[in-house]
């Protein structure tokens, strides 16, 4: 099984992971035979799985069910699980929540937030839980953000990303997740923070790892489709084609034809 300092080994390396947002066990099986590295049970379930028209309404309960479900399908990959939204609002909150979802199978557990989540991070970590900090666009901010749109357009919005990701390092965080930022910021904050792996979600190709919303990679997303997205379920035929696009999306990964150009911001700051 995958651990933590097999991420940061693979990025000393400078060889590249991949990871799925994944909800169930069926799923997850097909996941690990086709070696995929690393899993988000994404509070993203509140929309792919539950119907909804954003990931607010989601509970520790849920990411709870969902993390069991895929742990128990899959003995490879390490797996995050968010803390959704208002659960990690104080520390007792946060600790209680993250209790949860690592009593469930979780090996991580993943927060959305800057500086201000310094405290949380630190208290979680010294607590025996991995943290991983979601930086950019935060999707449970998206209306304070008025929609879904690309962060650290500017130079002064990215180095403020910067300091944000510096701080929650600095506390404690050991896995970093940029998303919808220009490739150049990706880039930079890959570099800055040598021994803390960055997983990517339309943050360019230099990050370490990517990772993507598994219904979006599979083509089951209908209507508007995120320029970060390529359906590898299109290049696939036969009885196999859901394990052949995760095995392809692996690949693709590993030798970096994904994310091409066309699924970047190139913004120059």
């Known amino acids: 099984m995958i651990s933590l300092s097999d991420l940061r ?5 400078g060889r590249k992971f991949s990871c799925l947002t994944c909800y169930d066990a069926s799923m997850a099986k097909a996941m690990e035979i086709a070696e995929i590295d690393t899993i988000l049970i994404g509070d993203s379930l509140g929309m792919c799985i539950q119907g909804r028209d954003s990931t607010l309404p989601v509970t520790v309960e849920d990411m709870v069910y969902h993390t ?15 803390l959704p939204f208002m ?15 690592m009593q469930a199978g979780a090996h991580m557990v993943k927060l959305e937030g800057g500086a201000w989540l ?21 999707p449970q901010s998206v209306h304070v953000f008025g929609g879904y749109k690309v962060q650290a357009r500017t130079r002064e919005t990215a180095d403020q990303l910067i300091a944000d990701c510096k701080a929650v390092v600095d506390a404690g965080a050991a896995v970093l997740l940029l998303e919808c930022v220009p490739a150049q910021v990706g880039k930079e904050i890959s570099e800055l923070f040598p021994n803390t792996p960055v997983i990517g979600i339309g943050a360019g190709v230099d990050t370490d790892g990517q990772v993507l919303v598994v219904q979006d990679m599979l083509g089951l997303t209908f209507g508007r489709v995120a320029k970060f997205v390529r359906n590898f379920m299109k290049e696939q035929s036969g009885e196999t084609a859901i394990l052949d696009a995760f095995k392809a999306y692996h690949v693709a990964v590993m030798e970096q034809s994904f994310p091409a150009k066309e699924h970047t911001f190139q913004i120059e700051l």
């Open 68 to 82: 069991a479900a895929v742990r128990r399908g899959n003995n490879h990959a390490f797996i995050f699980t968010d």
């Open 9 to 13: 080994k693979f990025k000393a390396e």
């Open 118 to 138: 310094s405290e949380t991070v630190s208290t979680l970590t010294r607590n025996g839980i991995p943290v991983c900090v979601h930086l950019g666009l935060t």
């Open 87 to 101: 659960s990690y609002a104080t520390l007792n909150d946060a600790l209680a929540s993250a209790k949860s979802v």
